[in-house]
């Protein structure tokens, strides 16, 4: 069995001091049958090891309901990095950020009684306990110590950016040693004072995240721990991107420099990240402080994070660039050139059925009486849509008003479109009239992402926290749908009509070849879409991405189903693909 001990500033692997050159992959956001593929491009790049969250709102979607299959198979993961006989540092959170959704953390923590987030409070401990108990024996499988590849575990997730309950981080450091976890145990966390101070532990290795200047990152560090590594665990070498924001690159050049100046003073670096993937269904965060300065932001489908290794899993420009770096401090490294991967562009796809949402309501989930509008949490419901419905008084001209949007809420009187409002609108008010005695009011409203790094995760209800009001009167008594979209089997189609400001389910097939990959265009105003039954993710037509990977895994070989959610109105009848990412 192995020995990993950290000491003299370095970390010391079997008795050897060894430069740590690893890269980020995040299994849950790659499809398992590419997890290999993905991995040996991280070999062939020259890295030594392979960095993963876990993601514990996905691991454990209810309390105490717990999935490990699929695309959530860590250990097969981990099984991967070691036959490819390299090094693993995992981080379990419980919080991860990652630009995740609610950074990780399961929705349904919000509706526990006397909850509060990421801190020594009773109930969020409890919780905490009860994921690490579920995981950390499945880890342990897998430490160095044992005979597998995880060398380093992280304790919470970049904590001093948030908060200074040392009690909670000791919990987590103690809870590992109760599950005999004996590799070395790390923290992270930017390098600024306030930062190091709350988040680090005297028993834990201090390591820094940051994208530049790593010469002063560095000296920050080794003035609160002048004994530990320099150890950049997330060098930002790329960046992620908003709906409605412009697409960020990073020159490789710049990030190659960078780079080299890291590991050129004997550092160690985790690329973040080595290859982002994809945020499959509903699972991008968002960013917001609640300050003016911090308006919500929700992230796009794409994680491509402009990184050496793109979202469909092709060597870049950065690729090589930071190839080269590496081959001076890793000249034994087995290197390689990989190819990127066979595209396919199918014919475009025809919509041949649609179905209208109201139309719809009660196949896709089970109507709930409530006096006012519910929250999705109060009501257990995760992520998708939830629509509320009540009947208003009339005759009137008056105001629809909504205190609070979270996230895009569109409202229909009697099926007919009445208009938009989005949470970062400064008019939350949409001009209603009703000629007859009633009307039928429906409000559609999207959950975007739930905030994933600041003071409000945890703190980011969805729905209409505040309910909606006529003028400023609080309307009452609403029929609410829960529409999580986890099974769209139920849904029955009629010809295909695409009509205005009506949202609708489209159906359609296409020949592709199996296996290959492709993309598909942004096909309407905005929407989800789902291939052969799985959801590849939101589109918007502000972008700035304006296609969505479609992996080749998720293909059969001849005829194949799209499913489109358009909540507006289809750009036409069909769709295309392209061999070329649009982000």
């Known amino acids: 069995m192995g020995k990993v001990e950290v000491r003299d500033r370095a970390v010391f692997i079997d008795g050897r001091a060894t430069q740590i050159i690893s890269g980020t992959i995040h299994y849950f956001r790659v499809l398992p049958e590419l997890w290999r593929d993905r991995i040996a491009k991280a070999k062939q790049l020259g890295l030594n090891g392979i960095e993963t969250y876990l993601c514990h709102n996905l691991h454990e979607p209810q309390p105490g309901t717990f999935d490990f299959s699929g695309i959530l198979d860590f250990e097969r993961f981990l099984s991967e990095v070691q036959k490819a006989g390299l090094y693993a540092i995992v981080r379990p959170g ?125 000296e920050v560090s080794r003035r609160f721990r002048p004994d530990d590594p320099d150890f950049c665990m997330e060098f930002w070498n790329g960046w992620f991107d908003h709906w409605g924001e412009e697409h960020h690159t990073r020159s490789a050049d710049d990030a190659a420099a960078e780079l080299d100046a890291i590991l050129g003073c004997g550092g160690s670096a985790n690329l973040y990240v080595f290859h982002g993937g994809t ?134 009187i009697d099926g007919k479109y009445v208009g938009t409002v989005y949470r970062n609108d400064e008019e939350r008010k949409l001009p209603l009239a009703v000629t007859g005695k009633s009307a039928v009011l429906d409000l559609l409203v999207e959950n975007t992402g739930r905030i994933n790094y600041g003071p409000l995760v945890g703190h980011d209800p969805k729905g209409l926290p505040l309910g909606v009001c006529l003028g400023y009167q609080q309307q009452i008594d609403f029929d609410i749908w829960k529409l999580e979209l986890n099974d769209l089997s139920p849904v029955v189609y009629g010809e295909f009509q695409n009509l205005p400001q009506t949202p609708a389910f489209h159906r359609g097939t296409f020949e592709a070849e199996a296996g290959v990959d492709t993309f598909i265009c942004t096909p309407g105003v905005k929407g989800v879409i789902w291939i052969n039954g799985f959801n590849i993710g939101r589109y918007w037509e502000i972008g700035p991405q304006k296609t969505l990977y479609i992996p080749g895994p998720l293909l059969k070989q001849g005829k194949n189903e799209i499913v489109v959610l358009e909540l507006h109105q289809l750009s036409g009848d069909s769709a295309e693909f392209t061999d070329t990412p649009g982000l």
């Open 94 to 218: 419980p919080y991860i950020c990652a630009e995740w959704e609610n950074g990780g953390l399961p929705p349904w923590v919000s509706a526990i009684p006397g909850v509060d987030f990421r801190c020594s409070n009773p109930a969020f401990m409890e919780m905490t306990d009860r994921y690490l108990d579920n995981v950390l024996p499945r880890i342990k499988k897998y430490l160095y110590t044992a005979g597998g590849p995880v060398i380093m575990m992280q304790i919470e997730n970049e904590y001093g950016s948030f908060g200074k309950d040392k009690v909670y981080l000791e919990h987590i450091r103690q809870k590992y040693l109760d599950h005999g976890i004996d590799v070395p145990l790390f923290t992270s966390d930017g390098p600024s004072d306030t930062m190091l101070n709350g988040g680090t532990l005297p028993e834990c290795i201090q390591t820094v995240n940051f994208g530049s200047h790593s010469q002063g990152a560095f």
């Open 279 to 412: 945020n499959f269904g509903f699972m991008a965060g968002a960013n917001g402080n609640g300050d003016k300065e911090g308006k919500y932001a929700p992230t796009v489908t794409s994680y491509d994070y402009d990184a050496p290794l793109s979202e469909c899993g092709d060597p870049t420009e950065k690729y090589f660039a930071f190839q080269k770096v590496i081959r001076k401090y890793r000249p034994d490294a087995p290197f390689g050139t990989p190819q990127p991967g066979k595209k396919q562009v199918p014919l475009p796809v025809k919509f041949t059925q649609t179905a209208s949402l109201w139309s719809q309501l009660d196949r896709l989930a089970e109507k709930k009486h409530a006096l006012k509008p519910l929250t999705m949490e109060k009501c257990g419901q995760g992520y998708g849509f939830i629509n509320y419905r009540t009947t208003v008084d009339g005759p009137f001209e008056n105001t629809l008003f909504f205190p609070e949007v979270h996230d895009r809420v569109s409202a229909y």
